[in-house]
C-alpha cells in the first residue's frame, strides 16, 4: 500500500524559512515525476513545483526563485525548501506525483503570519 507522509509545517514569520520532507511507502519515487501541491485556506489545490527523474525542476510563478524542490532517491524521500515566506503562501502543503497518481496524505501546515 503506497502512503505518503507530509512534515516539516509550523507557523513563521514573513520572510523566514521552513524545510518540508515527504516520505514515500510502498513505491520508489525514482520511477515517478514528483511534486509538491498546496491548498490554500478556501481555494483549490495547486500544482507549485515537480521534479522528474533526471532531476529538472519546475516552479509556479507564485513560488518560482523563492522554493526549492529536491528529493533523495535512496532514501525514497522529497523535500520543499521555502524561502522569503509570504502570508500568501499559508497553506496545507502536500505532495504526490505530478499526475496525483496516489492518494493523498494529511498534509502539512505552513501558516505565514506575524
Known amino acids: 500500500q503506497v502512503q505518503l507522509v507530509e512534515s516539516g509545517g509550523g507557523l513563521v514569520q514573513p520572510g523566514g524559512s521552513l524545510t518540508l520532507s515527504c516520505k514515500l511507502s510502498?513505491?520508489?519515487?525514482?520511477?515517478?515525476?514528483m511534486a509538491w501541491y498546496r491548498r490554500p485556506p478556501g481555494k483549490e489545490r495547486e500544482l507549485i513545483a515537480h521534479?522528474?527523474?533526471?532531476?529538472?525542476?519546475n516552479y509556479a510563478d507564485s513560488v518560482k526563485d523563492r522554493f526549492t524542490i529536491s528529493k533523495n532517491d535512496a532514501e525514497n524521500m522529497l523535500y520543499l525548501q521555502l524561502d522569503s515566506l509570504k502570508p500568501e503562501d499559508t497553506a496545507v502543503y502536500y505532495c504526490?506525483?505530478?499526475?496525483?497518481?496516489?492518494?493523498w496524505g494529511q498534509g502539512t501546515q505552513v501558516t505565514v503570519s506575524s
Open positions: 504526490n506525483t505530478l499526475s496525483a497518481r496516489w492518494t
Open positions: 521534479i522528474i527523474s533526471g532531476g529538472s525542476t
Open positions: 510502498g513505491a520508489r519515487f525514482s520511477f515517478y515525476a
